[in-house]
């Protein structure tokens, strides 16, 4: 199982004072990171620059459109806060946004940090885990990514 790899993999690092960087793969690889957190006992900061929120519904079966909504309802639960920076209102329903306010977390919608890419920093910088979905980043310098907006 690639998840449980992961973790075990991600645990040890952690353990040893090692800074993961993880290239490839989907999205849903950002559970198996948290997971590893889970398993030290420590809380984690996420943050996903991301044009959707990823929840999914309770019944879906983790995946990249789903592994947040899998994070959130985990338990126990070790997720101190969560971040998304980059959300695009018309991939984004209105309820999810005032999901996101409810549980607290932080959301930046992408013109607001075009507009002051400083408000992102420190948000970033006490992050534990940054996860990026390459359908964020533009067509013009992701061209491999046939889900670019």
């Known amino acids: 199982d690639t998840y449980a790899a ?4 991600m645990v040890e690092l ?4 090692v800074f993961v960087v993880i290239l490839g ?3 849903d690889l950002t559970y198996a990171q948290y997971v590893a957190y889970q398993k030290l006992e420590e809380t984690v900061n996420i943050v996903a ?9 309770t019944d879906e079966a983790l995946s990249s459109d789903s ?3 899998k994070i959130v309802l985990h338990e126990p639960n070790f997720l101190f806060n969560y971040s998304n920076i980059g959300y695009q209102t018309y991939f984004v329903g209105m309820d999810q946004v005032e999901l996101m306010e409810k549980l607290y977390f932080d959301s930046y919608r992408l013109g607001q940090v075009h507009k002051d890419i400083e408000e992102a920093e420190p948000i970033v910088r006490n992050a534990d885990i940054v996860s990026f979905d390459i359908s964020s980043i533009r067509q013009s310098d992701a061209p491999g990514n046939g889900n670019a907006s």
């Open 6 to 9: 992961l973790t075990s993999i």
């Open 14 to 17: 952690l353990r040893q004072g």
């Open 25 to 27: 793969g989907s999205q």
């Open 49 to 57: 620059v991301d044009a959707r929120f990823d929840l999914g519904s």
């Open 67 to 69: 592994y947040l909504g």
